[in-house]
């Protein structure tokens, strides 16, 4: 498996090339921020019964405390879902007079295609050593999974968190057994999107080979050419061919920025694999 080096190659200084903007980087930022959060302060009230969650309900403060911050990570939840809206509007108005089918199944979206099945049957006959490698673009089919669990994930679990937040209102136009049903729906996706993130996506974001123990593009925004090559070789060459290599091409991530995405993100998925031992453990413990 090929493994990167952040350095120089061969004797000469690589090339390094934007793959995230500031506004990407912010967003994904305050997921990290509200998602630890929320897990954080709403797993203890979920596991209530074991002693890890009276325990941690304790270093924050009580469970009234715990649920003001749940809160507080709520509403940043909305906050980028709604910045997220704005953008994707923008993006549908900045490309309106394009043909339908470029800017909702083209490259630069989040839409699983055709080609994304193709891509998935070929990764696994790739995984089994009977087939090639597919050639991905801009965004892979696992990145678009994990791009459709959140955008679903936070329409269920952030409204039902919000008919909980706010019942006198909710309950004017809404019966009484829709509370019940929010509880239900609030507290099983919301382990469901823990234990996803905290595994499958971890694994393929920065424990698989090829990036362990930490893939820093999302906090510094950078991808190395030979990086750019091996995982995006179609993006790579179509930009390449359209001669838009130069306006992405970025300076190399500073030591600085480095140490900073490593303390982050071995502090955000540390406490995530900490956390889905818990969920485990306290799973294993109700069926016994």
């Known amino acids: 498996m ?7 190659n061969s004797g000469r200084q690589e090339r390094w090339y934007l793959r995230f903007n500031y506004f990407h980087r912010f967003l994904h930022a305050l997921i990290i921020i ?30 009234g405390t715990a649920g003001y911050i749940h809160r507080v990570c709520g509403a940043i939840t909305w906050l980028y879902f709604l910045l ?6 923008y993006y549908i108005l900045k490309l309106r007079d394009e043909p339908l089918g470029k800017w ?6 989040m839409v699983p295609w055709i080609k994304d099945l193709k891509d998935v049957v070929g990764h696994v006959l790739w995984f089994i050593g009977v087939g090639e490698r597919p050639r991905f673009d801009r965004f892979t089919y696992w990145e678009k999974f994990d791009y459709l669990a959140v955008f679903w994930g936070v329409g269920i679990i952030g409204f039902s968190g919000l008919t909980l937040w706010f019942p006198e209102f909710f309950a004017r136009f809404m019966p009484g057994w829709s509370f019940n049903v929010a509880i239900i729906l609030h507290s099983d996706e919301a382990l469901l999107a823990a234990g996803f993130i905290f595994t499958i996506h971890f ?5 698989r080979p090829e990036k362990f123990p930490l893939d820093h593009v999302i906090f510094t925004g950078r991808i190395s050419e030979e990086e750019f090559k091996h995982e995006r070789p179609l993006e790579y060459e179509r930009m390449l061919q359209q001669g ?10 500073t030591q600085t920025s480095l140490v900073w995405a490593r303390i982050v993100g071995f502090i955000a998925y540390g406490a995530g694999l900490v956390m889905i031992l818990f969920i485990i453990y306290s799973a294993l413990k109700e069926l016994h």
Do not use: C
């Open 2 to 8: 090929t493994q990167y080096s952040h350095s120089e």
């Open 34 to 63: 509200s998602f630890l959060g929320l897990v954080l302060t709403g797993m203890p009230l979920k596991y209530s019964h074991t002693a890890w969650a009276q325990a941690l309900a304790r270093y924050m403060g009580g469970i």
């Open 84 to 89: 997220h809206l704005i953008f994707a509007a």
């Open 104 to 109: 909702v199944f083209g490259p630069n979206s």
């Open 203 to 207: 694994f393929n974001t920065h424990l």
């Open 244 to 253: 838009k290599l130069d306006k992405i091409e970025s300076t190399p991530p």
